[in-house]
């Protein structure tokens, strides 16, 4: 069975950094892509972009490239998705998800919530 | 940047009902078009890719069309579960997805 287990909720203040996860099992971690969605309050889905473990490859937003990196750990089957810097408009839900496709996601992780409130 | 723009925002319908939500793209995608289905407090769910794959273990009921701007997601007859939050994606750039459909009773 596919699992996507994330790390649990985060309560942050304006500038700091974070770095959440999202360990994955039941398939092949590096025959999959991992890709990260946002969902602020009440709002729709954004897709952030997504990464391949197999060799990294990385694919950005264009509209969130430099406020956020993503990456992965093929040695524990782990992506993460991380900031420098955060801002009150980064407070959302985070999901990660898998795919065998580049171009759609069929697991899905829990989410995690993410407040960045001074 | 691909705009994706669903309609309608909300529909309200009945058990039994047949239903369509229609997605467009700001330019031709081809068929890299997906939907999922989200319910109150849980992560979204794949029912249709590449426009009309319907995804292992999504019941029937539900399927998909379109190409190029145009795309429809059509439920034939609606059961309880399927009252949801319904989101178009588009796969042939970063990954847009539409503002979502609410569909209550």
């Known amino acids: 069975e596919v699992q996507m287990v994330q790390s649990g909720a985060e309560v942050k203040k304006p500038g700091e950094s974070l770095k959440i996860s999202c360990k994955a099992s039941g398939y092949s971690f590096t025959n999959y892509w991992i890709g990260w969605v946002r969902q602020m309050p009440v709002k729709g889905l954004e897709w952030m972009g997504i990464i391949y473990p197999f060799d990294s490859d990385t694919k950005y937003n264009p509209s969130l490239q430099g406020q956020v990196t993503i990456s992965a750990d093929k040695s524990i089957s782990t992506a993460y998705l991380q900031w420098s810097g955060l801002k009150a408009s980064d407070t959302a839900i985070y999901y990660c998800?898998?795919?065998?496709?580049?171009?759609?996601?069929?697991?899905w992780g829990q989410g995690t919530l993410v407040t960045v409130s001074s | 940047d691909i705009q994706m723009t669903q309609s309608p925002s909300s529909l309200s319908a009945s058990v039994g009902d047949r239903i369509t939500i229609t997605c467009r793209a700001s330019q031709s995608i081809s068929t890299y078009l997906n939907w999922y289905q989200q319910k109150p407090g849980k992560a979204p769910n794949l029912l249709i890719h590449?426009?009309?794959y319907l995804q292992s273990g999504v019941p029937s009921r539900f399927s998909g069309s379109g190409s190029g701007t145009d795309f429809t997601l059509t439920i034939s007859s609606l059961q309880p579960e399927d009252f949801a939050t319904y989101y178009c994606q588009q796969s042939y750039g970063a990954g847009a997805f539409g503002q979502g459909t609410k569909l209550d009773i």
């Open positions: 590449s426009a009309s």
């Open positions: 998800a898998a795919g065998q496709s580049m171009y759609y996601f069929d697991y």
